[in-house]
Nanobody, 117 residues
């Protein structure tokens, strides 16, 4: 059974930091590109960052220099370190696993991040 379970969300003040985790099970984690998406109230889901199977990261312009994505293939976990958080970062953050060869694509249920004073 495939599972992606996000954790680490919560309420933080502007300028603060949070670290999200996504624990994967039920598939060969190392063979998948891992992504973090977010969806703010009333907005479409957007790609925040992704990391390739080899560990190469890419970021949306809106988070570049503030967020860091990483993965630990031994722990089947992907992380999103979020620093210098802004109110506009408030959203539900979703973990995604994708394999372009097989076409398989998995989603977590999301974790809420609220940036507010």
């Amino acid at each position: 059974q495939v599972q992606l379970v996000e954790s680490g969300g919560g309420l933080v003040q502007p300028g603060g930091s949070l670290r999200l985790s996504c624990a994967a099970s039920g598939f060969t984690f190392s063979r998948y590109v891992m992504r973090w998406y977010r969806q703010a109230p009333g907005k479409e889901r957007e790609l925040v960052a992704h990391i390739t199977r080899l560990g190469n990261p890419n970021y949306a312009d809106s988070v570049k220099g503030r967020f860091t994505i990483s993965r630990d293939n031994a722990k089947n976990t992907v992380y999103l370190q979020m620093n210098s958080l802004k109110p506009e970062d408030t959203a539900v953050y979703y973990c995604n696993a994708g394999n372009t060869l097989s076409g398989l694509d998995y989603w977590g249920k999301g974790t809420l991040v609220t940036v507010s004073s």
